[in-house]
């Protein structure tokens, strides 16, 4: 049930100095994109769980808001820890168990290459990617409610509704272009289901909608513009599994996740798109690939997959690789 994917691009990237500069935007805080599929509307049982998200991502290319390669070269990777705690209660809210979620990431980032500045001559035509050395990023707290006895058409249907808080609490500092922390709020509810349609045939879907507050220190270079506050704009995304039992206690599945930004992003000086000289900040990415998930026991279960970005704007473009433990103490 963990809320946070880790793509740490939280940055407007722009070139200031005597000029007004058009580049682009890619500031959506750390999303869920990818990191649960299979059986993602169940819990592992009332008590409390641990679960350790290891997720390694590559990108070569960055996309502009028309889906074109940005020049310079730009690269990106990074390996995350993402560390989750969660606990569900016995007591029941509307028929369902009451539990909480905490999370924690820990995320190593490296980059290459530039991104242009849009300055004329004599100024620099294009500006280096940078990153913080530093690794904590912004922890995630939510209560949610959890169905584990419904049924959907008379087949097995469980199901959570969760209200995620992240606060910024995570490393962030304004000289780099990429940090751990978004250095801004975000609430997040999100609903989560697995159908069961035979006893081996399952589908599991996490449906987000990601609301940001405002940064107050956003990337240097946007200060030199006169932006003195940034707020990504909202956002749609889910998650979707669609799985088959080969035999008991392994799944596996066509997994993957899609987001869509629906609003522009906003400054103290209005859309940013107004200032970087963009048609659009809008995001979106669609990804998919193979996932498998194994239950060695009624306590412990791993999981791996890999997915292919693809559709993507005002974003990179790349792959993500996934490892998940649960134990239930």
Excluded at 18 to 38: M, R, Y
């Amino acid at each position: 049930m963990n809320k946070r994917g880790w793509f740490v691009l939280l940055v407007a990237v722009i070139f200031t100095g005597v000029f007004s500069t058009p580049s682009h935007a890619f500031n959506q805080p750390p999303l869920n994109l990818g990191l649960t599929d299979i059986l993602d509307g169940g819990v592992p049982g009332v008590g409390t769980f641990f679960t350790e998200y290891v997720q390694a991502y590559d990108s070569s290319s960055f996309k502009d808001g028309d889906g074109n390669d940005i020049p310079g070269s730009p690269e990106v990777a990074f390996l995350l820890s993402m560390n989750q705690l969660v606990h569900v209660y016995k007591h029941k809210l509307l028929g369902a168990h009451i539990g909480v979620d905490l999370l924690l990431p820990v995320v190593a980032i490296s980059t290459s290459g530039s991104l242009p500045t849009g300055a004329p001559p004599p100024a620099p035509a294009f500006f280096p990617v940078s990153s913080n050395p530093s690794l904590l990023g912004d922890i995630t707290f939510g209560p949610f409610l959890q169905w584990l006895d419904t049924k959907l058409l008379g087949r097995p249907f469980v199901q959570r509704f969760e209200l995620d808080f992240t606060f910024p609490t995570g490393q962030h500092d304004s000289q780099y272009l990429l940090n751990p922390g978004s250095n801004h709020w975000v609430i997040e509810p999100y609903y989560a289901f697995t159908w069961f349609l035979t006893p081996k045939v399952s589908t599991s879907w996490r449906i987000h909608y990601t609301y940001s507050t405002k940064n107050d220190d956003p990337f240097d270079g946007l200060k030199g513009a006169g932006v003195t506050e940034l707020t990504p704009g909202q956002a749609f995304h889910f998650n979707y599994s669609f799985e088959y039992e080969f035999f008991k206690g392994f799944r596996g599945a066509l997994a993957g996740y899609y987001l869509k930004q629906l609003t522009e992003d906003d400054t103290n000086l209005g859309d940013l798109k107004n200032i970087t000289g963009d048609s659009t900040t809008k995001e979106q990415v669609f990804a998919i690939g193979p996932a498998v998930h194994y239950f060695f026991s009624e306590k412990f279960s791993a999981g791996f997959k890999i997915q292919w970005e693809s559709s993507v704007r005002n974003r990179p473009e790349g792959t993500k690789t996934t490892l998940r433990f649960t134990y239930l103490f």
